[in-house]
C-alpha cells in the first residue's frame, strides 16, 4: 500500500496523473529589493530620530542658533520621514496615504512626549505642529507626485 501511494505521489508530481483539480504551482515571489530598501531606511531613520532626542545635547556642540531653526528642523525631519513611509508602504488610495501620513505624525507625538523624560530636553507644542506640516506637505507633493 505504502508504494502504491509513493508512485502515485512521484507521478502527479511530474504531470503523468490527471485530476479534475488544477492545482497552481507554487512559485516563490522574489523579494522586491527596492521595497525592503525602502523599509530598511524608514525603519532605520525612524530609530536614528529616537536616539537623537533620547540623548541631551552636549555643550560645545555647533548648533545653529537662528529664530526658528528648531522648527525648521522638525519641519524638515518628518517631511524626510513621510518620504520614507510612503516609499515603503507605497499607498495606493487617499485613504492609505492620509494613513501613512498620520502614522508618521503619530510617531512625532510620540517623540514630544519622550522627550519629556529626557534631561536637558523640553516638550514643544509649535514643534509637533511643525512636524505635521513637514509631513502633510510632502504628503501632499507626494499624492500630486502619484496622481492619488
Known amino acids: ?19 479534475r483539480v488544477q492545482i497552481p504551482p507554487l512559485r516563490l515571489e522574489r523579494l522586491n529589493f527596492f521595497r525592503v530598501f525602502w523599509w530598511v531606511l524608514f525603519l532605520s531613520y525612524a530609530g536614528l530620530i529616537f536616539w ?5 545635547l552636549p555643550p560645545g556642540v555647533p548648533f545653529i542658533e537662528l529664530p526658528g531653526a528648531d522648527r525648521l528642523y522638525h519641519f524638515f525631519e518628518y517631511g524626510l520621514l513621510s518620504f520614507l513611509g510612503l516609499q515603503a508602504f507605497l499607498p495606493t488610495t487617499r485613504r492609505q496615504l ?13 517623540d514630544e512626549i519622550h522627550q519629556a523624560w529626557v534631561p536637558g530636553r523640553s516638550t514643544d507644542g509649535l514643534d509637533w505642529l511643525m512636524d505635521g506640516l513637514g509631513v502633510f506637505t510632502v504628503g501632499w507633493l507626494w499624492g500630486y507626485w502619484r496622481r492619488l
Do not use: H
Open 98 to 110: 492620509l494613513g501613512v501620513l498620520m502614522l508618521c505624525w503619530l510617531y512625532g507625538l510620540s
Open 52 to 56: 537623537l532626542s533620547d540623548s541631551p
Open 1 to 19: 500500500m505504502p508504494g502504491e501511494w509513493r508512485s502515485l505521489v512521484q507521478r502527479a508530481r511530474f504531470g503523468t496523473v490527471r485530476s
